[in-house]
Nanobody
């Protein structure tokens, strides 16, 4: 299993970035995919996930209305479109796979339901 994030960047507050997560080594369409982030000195937190079955999406309150998660099963790739970025969005962003994508994505325990992780990609938002 391999997950590779891309799309790192430095943007000003209010700007946009799109992260990608390219997957290989497993049947992509059978798994939910999530995005997490970890800022310096903080715990890793769930941002969003998209289910394998019906493509249901879930977001942390802190990003709802600004971030959009999507997946292209034909390309084995997931995306996170981030708009209206804020300095507090600065973090390393990770994608991961799960069988349990759901509304608990933002809880501290949700990360333990994810089995494989990418190496992370840095997002920096300047004020």
């Amino acid at each position: 299993v391999q997950l590779v994030e891309s799309g790192a960047g430095l943007v000003q507050a209010g700007g946009s970035l799109r992260l990608s997560c390219a997957a290989s080594g497993f049947t992509f369409g059978y798994f939910g995919i999530g995005w997490f982030r970890q800022a310096p000195g903080k715990e890793r937190e769930g941002v969003s996930c998209i289910s394998d079955s019906d493509g249901s999406t879930y977001y942390a309150d802190s990003v709802k209305g600004r971030f959009t998660i999507s997946r292209d099963n034909a390309k084995n790739t997931m995306y996170l479109q981030m708009n209206s970025l804020k300095p507090e969005d600065t973090a390393i962003y990770y994608c991961a796979i799960t069988m349990k994508c759901g509304p608990t994505i933002a809880t501290p325990q949700s990360q333990y339901e994810y089995d494989y992780w990418g190496q992370g990609t840095q997002v920096t938002v300047s004020s």
